[in-house]
Every structure is written in C-alpha cells, then in structure tokens.
C-alpha cells in the first residue's frame, strides 16, 4: 500500500505541492490525474526518494520514503518519465544490474531477468546496446527494470508513451494482472481512455491540491458527468471556482 498524507513541497517561489493526500491499496489501480504541471511527477518523485517533501509524510508498506528510504525502494518499482538507461549496457545487462541494486541474490538474478523479459516480450533486442532503442523499446525495458524484483507495489509515470497499439494492449493485460495478483499500482496518465479501462480509484491534482480522490463510480456521480474526460474537466473547474 501507498500512502501520502498532506505532503507539502516548493521550488523558489513555486509551491509545487500542498497538502497533497491519497492512499493507494493493495489489489486496486490508481490513477493519479491532473493538467500539466499540477504536481503529479513532483508526489511521485517523493515516492521514489527522489525529492524530500518539505511538510507531510509519504510511506511504501509503512516505510517511510525520507526516515526508511532504503526499504521503501526495496519494496517499490518504478517506472520514471523518461527512461534513464545506459546506453552501452544491453537491455538484459540493463535490468539485471539494477536486479542487484535492489537486493536481489546473485543466484537468482538471471532467473528473474530471464523471466521478466519474457514476460514483456524482448526478447528480440535484450541483448543489444539500449543506445539507439526506439521509444517503445526504451519503455520495454524499463518497465523489466521496475518489476524485476517482483515488488508489492508499482508506480508507473505515463507508461504507454511511445508505445504502438499491439504493445499498449499488452502493457494494459500486465497491469491487469499485477493488480489481480494483489499489487498496489499507482500509475499517471493523459489517455483517459487507458484510465477508464484500467483504473479502480482516481485522485486528481490540480494546483498542487486534491481536487477530488473517489473511486471512478464515485467520480462521475460527484461531477455529475458519465463520461470520464468531462468528469475530469469538471473537477478541475471545481478548483478554479473556489
């Protein structure tokens, strides 16, 4: 389980986040919405420790991100805006080192690496050099990153961009089944189709606040709209009356 209670941040002048809380359970899909530079990436860069939240708290399975970082990544896989993998490395050479960067014992890496890369299908290219991977191949990969450690909870930022047709279908069957396993996955998103198709509860960030946090149902009664692209404009609408 995620949780994120009241979670303050700001750059300079830029309050980037206020008072931000959600919780994301085990066995269901969140999605964490809002317009463009409403805070989404600055909360999910907290959950990953790459950021420290000025006020509030954030925790993975009760590990707090800044007092207990290290078991909270240990217990996270994350898949960034933005790939970060190294150009001269494989895409097997690629996941199987961050395998052991998370703890993974040496005598079952290959294993674990082996079968995350069939598991996504690159099979093809995981072992050439990542340098000059096309955009969907990138995410590929760094997606095995994320979930070769097999962890309890996932975060995926935008995890469809660059990805064709044929690989956004299977890229939506996988989070189906992380969360019929009973993983928490936290994932953001623009495609509203992808996120009516998939998620169970949205929170939506709009001004570094919550502007509203209910299941879907929840959502489109509260805004009085069916269709969840007009529920969405709505909510922000909400905000910028008040």
């Known amino acids: 389980m995620i949780r994120v209670d009241r979670l303050h941040k700001s750059f300079g002048a830029v309050r980037a986040l206020r008072g931000v809380s959600f919780d994301a359970p085990d066995g269901r899909i969140t999605g964490l919405l809002g317009p463009n530079g409403a805070g989404k990436s600055t909360t999910l860069r907290i959950l990953y420790t790459v950021f420290k939240p000025d006020e509030g708290s954030a925790s993975i399975d009760g590990a707090d991100v800044v007092t207990d970082s290290l078991v909270a990544r240990q217990r996270l896989g994350a898949l960034p805006h933005g790939s970060g993998l190294y150009p001269h490395l494989s895409a097997r050479e690629n996941?199987?080192?961050?395998?052991?960067?998370?703890?993974?014992?040496?005598?079952?890496?290959?294993?674990?690496?082996?079968?995350?890369?069939?598991?996504?299908?690159?099979?093809?290219?995981?072992?050439?050099?990542?340098?000059?991977?096309?955009?969907?191949?990138?995410t590929?990969?760094?997606?095995?990153?994320?979930?070769?450690?097999?962890?309890?909870?996932i975060i995926l930022d935008e995890p469809s961009n660059g990805l064709d047709v044929m690989a956004t279908r299977s890229l939506r069957e996988l989070i189906l089944k992380l969360k019929d396993a009973g993983r928490c996955?936290?994932?953001?998103?623009?495609?509203?189709?992808?996120?009516?198709?998939?998620?169970?509860?949205?929170?939506?960030?709009?001004?570094?606040?919550?502007?509203?946090?209910?299941?879907?149902?929840?959502?489109?009664?509260?805004?009085?709209c069916d269709d969840l692209e007009d529920a969405f404009v709505a909510a922000i609408k909400l905000v910028g009356d008040d």
């Open 95 to 138: 996941v199987a080192y961050y395998a052991r960067l998370c703890g993974l014992d040496s005598g079952v890496v290959d294993d674990h690496v082996d079968r995350i890369i069939k598991l996504l299908e690159i099979e093809d290219f995981a072992d050439r050099r990542t340098k000059g991977f096309s955009q969907g191949q990138r």
């Open 140 to 153: 590929k990969v760094s997606l095995a990153r994320a979930l070769v450690h097999d962890p309890q909870n």
């Open 185 to 224: 996955v936290l994932f953001s998103s623009h495609v509203m189709q992808e996120v009516a198709a998939l998620c169970d509860d949205i929170c939506i960030i709009v001004d570094g606040q919550v502007a509203i946090n209910d299941s879907v149902d929840g959502i489109r009664e509260r805004t009085g």
